[in-house]
């Protein structure tokens, strides 16, 4: 519980994390404020494709958000960021597919649209600090912040975070780092919340039925990345339809015979290329990041720490070196399976997050 009474302003998607996270917040005495972000017009999706499935952020969570926001008598309000979610996310996540990337863009909504600019929504309104739902803890150590995992491992969020800086922790919460969902959902029972039995959210929000390809083809056009399948050898093997319908790791879907199970290694963007090859092509004792994010201070050497490669990734061990540029050198102890370009590497000691960066 916080020392002292503050104005809180609390990021309401209209799910139960962050349902609860208001109402245990004005339980305890703050002055709490609601705010939704809307972020994506469903309007055209649903005209054509009917309701949506199991997304975050729809119309309808929006008002969820709003009457959770009146059974606790709390003041509501809705901000609109589509135009910066289409710069900041959409555009990015199209850019990097096109590119030969698998973009996270819930990092990116995390990094852009919370702690920056709804933080910023906060900051005006006076609010001493934002509060969301997300599964992690932040704590102070010395004149630090340190971000560390939640303390339910099946939903720890600390992955997805790494981007936070210093000052936006000194103006965050996360009152639920440190409870599991069954422990959330009896909050909502409790409380007696419209939402506590609300399925979670799984897709890709402004991808409601899963197919980012068709996805894509709206936004950019099909035709452009068309190319070859090729063999690590060398070898043509076959012809695709984009390549941004290909990320590391792929077997399925290849359409092409091969003497052993073929896997898709690398894309090759700049010449339309899908390269494939067997399962020890998949391979990789190490990568480099860029744009790192360090939580302590910036290393003068290596250290020794765990990296997650993906969020349903488990960490391994890995040596980390800090390189120019804001970019880092990572060599693990064991060789990993499908190390992903566009993705995030979080690195670990124990359940504290030192820093992070995007998979080059």
Known sequence: MLERKKRIVVAMSGGVDSSVTAALLKEQGHEVIGMTMQIWDYSSFTAEHGETFGTCCSLDDVYDARRVAESLDIPFYVVNFEKDFQREVIDRFCDDYFAGRTPNPCVLCNQVLKFELLLRRARELEA???ATGHYARIEQDGERHCLRKGLDPAKDQSYFLFTLTQPQMARVLFPLGGMTKEEVRAHAARFNLRVAEKAESQDICFVPDGDYVRFLEEERGAGAMNGEIVHVSGQVLGSHQGTYRYTVGQRRGLGIGWHQPLFVVGI?????????GEQEHLQRSELSVHQVNWHIPEPSGAIEARCRIRYRHSEVPATITP?????ARVVFAQAQRGITPGQAAVFYQGDQVLGGGWIE
């Open 128 to 130: 001493d600090c934002l």
């Open 268 to 276: 090759d963007a700049e010449n339309r290329q899908v390269v494939v």
């Open 323 to 327: 390189l120019p540029g804001g970019r």
